[in-house]
């Protein structure tokens, strides 16, 4: 079976990491995986036994989602989106999938809808269709306006056989985040959610008794690092790591160590290795993407979480405070979240850590496979 994975992250990187962690469980079962990624190359991920496809890379203007620029930070105007559904299409010629997946479209990613429709148009146009599935995490955005909603129900009874959530239905239904009408949710595979296997303690003892500072891969952490900065200088008894992502990585490693006032704090790139650092640490400090959410809680590690919601985000802030029901949880809004207010939910989180979740429930990955494997099976009886 040969696997289309169809992906573009526009701000941080946890879009391509799930995508990337699907293909590698159907490279794993022996089917031929392949990644078609349209944001921003990413150098930290693991790519093995993926084939990946690079198109003519956009990102946001930020957090303005309305605005596509180049990896340059050129407004990508008409010639160079359409070069990169011309290399879209080029490439489902080539590939000719079994299963085509697209990744948060329809239910977001409308600004690239024009290249999506032309890639579905096409594969229903082959010889032999694919299989289409749409891909989501356990929180959508949910939709600024009725119509959106509409909309994309209507696309995905043109065009798609399923749609995979990765999560647990008993732990966040999709109707928690999107309205799902009947229709919708009879096309629903909830997957479990999709993480990599724990990593298990780090084998040099990296992170071990550490607070841990993350925003993920993204280029949005700046103010979250700066009050972990002043929090560790408040907070000697402790060591504190932070963990600095985005591709202006190294010029904000350089103007945070300007602001560092005590010798209980280093810091540094993000590293390959975070999660088996993660599983050691004291605590963390973080945005609450699906990724690290997920790595928190197989991981069992207390974490203050500050969720990104500039630009009318809602997502981390939905499930943050979900997770924050939970023993070993809690939750500063990032409008808030001064070095004592950090400080302060740290605290309340001594001698408390999260409950063990049931491995079963990160077996998303695998699930995936299952439910596509299943489903070419019964379209080729």
């Excluded at 994975?5 to 079962?29: D, M, P």
């Excluded at 990946?52 to 957090?63: E, F, I, R, Y």
């Excluded at 992170?207 to 993350?214: A, H």
Aim: charge should be negative.
């Amino acid at each position: 079976m040969r696997v289309m994975i169809c992906v573009t992250h526009l701000l941080g990187t946890g879009h391509l990491s799930r995508a990337l962690t699907l293909a590698r469980a159907f490279s794993g079962a022996g089917h031929d995986a392949h990644v078609v990624s349209g944001g921003v190359p990413v150098g930290n991920l693991s790519y093995e036994g993926v084939t990946l496809h690079q198109l003519p890379a956009v990102k946001s203007d930020g957090v303005n989602f309305t605005t596509l620029l180049t990896e340059s930070g050129v407004k990508a105007d008409e010639t160079y989106l359409s070069d990169r559904k011309s290399t879209l299409l080029g490439l489902l010629k080539q590939i000719t999938p079994d299963v085509v997946i697209t990744e948060l479209y329809p239910f977001g990613r409308r600004i690239l809808k024009g290249e999506f429709l032309a890639l579905l148009n096409a594969a229903r146009d082959l010889p032999h269709p694919p299989l289409v599935f749409s891909s989501v995490r356990d929180i959508l955005a949910p939709p600024s306006k009725p119509q959106k909603a509409l909309e994309t129900e209507a696309v995905i009874a043109a065009y798609y056989d399923g749609v995979l959530v990765h999560s647990a239905e008993a732990v966040t239904p999709l109707a928690a985040s999107w309205p799902v009408s009947e229709p919708l949710r009879d096309k629903l595979y909830y997957t479990g959610f999709v993480t990599p296997p724990a990593a298990g303690a780090h084998p040099d003892g990296l992170g071990l008794g550490e607070v841990l500072v993350t925003a993920g891969g993204g280029a949005v952490g700046m103010p979250l690092f700066q009050a972990a900065v002043q929090a560790a200088a408040l907070d000697p008894d402790n060591q504190w790591r932070l963990l600095v992502g985005g591709a202006d990585k190294e010029r904000d490693i350089k103007t945070l160590k300007t602001l560092v006032t005590s010798d209980n704090l280093r810091i540094e790139p993000t590293r390959p290795d975070f999660r088996q650092m993660l599983s050691g640490a004291k605590a963390a400090v973080c945005m609450c993407g699906y990724n690290t959410a997920m790595d928190l809680l197989q991981s069992a590690t207390p974490a203050v979480f500050v969720p990104f919601d500039a630009g009318g985000e809602v997502e981390q802030t939905l499930r943050a405070e979900s997770l924050a029901k939970q023993t070993g949880f809690a939750v500063v809004p990032a409008a808030q979240a001064n070095a004592e207010r950090l400080i302060s939910a740290l605290r309340g989180l001594d001698g408390m850590r999260p409950k063990q979740s049931d491995p079963s429930q990160f077996d998303g990955a695998a699930q995936t496979v299952e439910i596509v494997e299943n489903s070419l099976k019964e379209r080729d009886i």
